[in-house]
């Protein structure tokens, strides 16, 4: 699998990592004045750091896992954070599958107070499937740690289609949850058979529910019939 957390990409759990404030993902993609922070396939291998373990549940598979932002293990999470601002798109998953969107600003600056939006924050297509953005509601005591502040953003926060997964971010609000940071629109869904909230298993329920709250025109849009 591979870790995508800081510019050196270094994950920050060893002494004299750095914090994670801003991305750089690949050549030619950063999160500064960038038309896309980051483009993520299929095929794609960027920054290879291994992971000390799989993530459980639906996200794991064969190929391994990407993680933008912090693997939740309780060692300097805080400092695994990316801030993904002032792009066109902040983060966009084209047939990508099986990756983990964790811990970061999306949309503000890095107290995760103020607005410094990109035009949309996450983009995932419809071949898009078994990933992430939030907590992975593991049993432990760091799944706060895995919020997203998916905020600030000119048009949406997420545009969210194919079979993802969107738990336990605010998405609207600072990084309190008390105050507006507002998106024009929180959530778009677009598609059957993603998850937003939580999987209701009785496993840190509570912790897998997102906050969408204060953002302009809709909290969540939902289009196309049957969705």
Do not use: C, K, M, W
Not at 75 to 81: F, I, L
Not at 89 to 105: E, Q, T
């Amino acid at each position: 699998g591979y870790q995508l957390t800081n510019p050196d990409g270094a994950n920050a759990d060893a002494p004299g990592d750095a914090a994670g404030t801003i991305v750089y993902f690949a050549p030619g993609f950063e999160t500064e004045a960038a038309a896309v922070a980051a483009v993520i396939g299929a095929a794609d291998s960027v920054v290879p750091q291994p992971l000390p373990t799989t993530p459980p549940g639906p996200i794991a598979s064969a190929s391994g896992v990407v993680v933008i932002g912090t693997d939740g293990d309780g060692t300097n999470d805080v400092a695994e954070r990316n801030v993904i601002s002032g792009n066109d798109y902040g983060l966009v998953f084209f047939g990508a599958h099986s990756n983990r969107i964790a811990g970061n600003y999306i949309g503000t600056d890095r107290t995760g107070t103020a607005a410094r939006g990109n035009q949309d924050g996450i983009y995932f297509d419809s071949s898009s499937i078994r990933n992430l953005i939030g907590t992975d509601s593991s049993n432990d005591l760091f799944n706060g740690n895995e919020r997203n502040v998916i905020s600030g953003n000119n048009d949406r926060g997420i545009i969210l289609q194919g079979l993802n997964r969107v738990s336990g971010n605010y998405i609207g609000t600072d990084a309190s949850g008390f105050f507006a940071v507002p998106n024009q629109f929180g959530l778009q869904v677009t598609e059957v058979g993603g998850l937003v909230g939580s999987d209701g298993n009785g496993v840190r329920d509570d912790e897998e529910r997102n906050v969408i709250s204060g953002n302009t025109i809709a909290a969540v849009v939902v289009r196309n019939p049957g969705t």
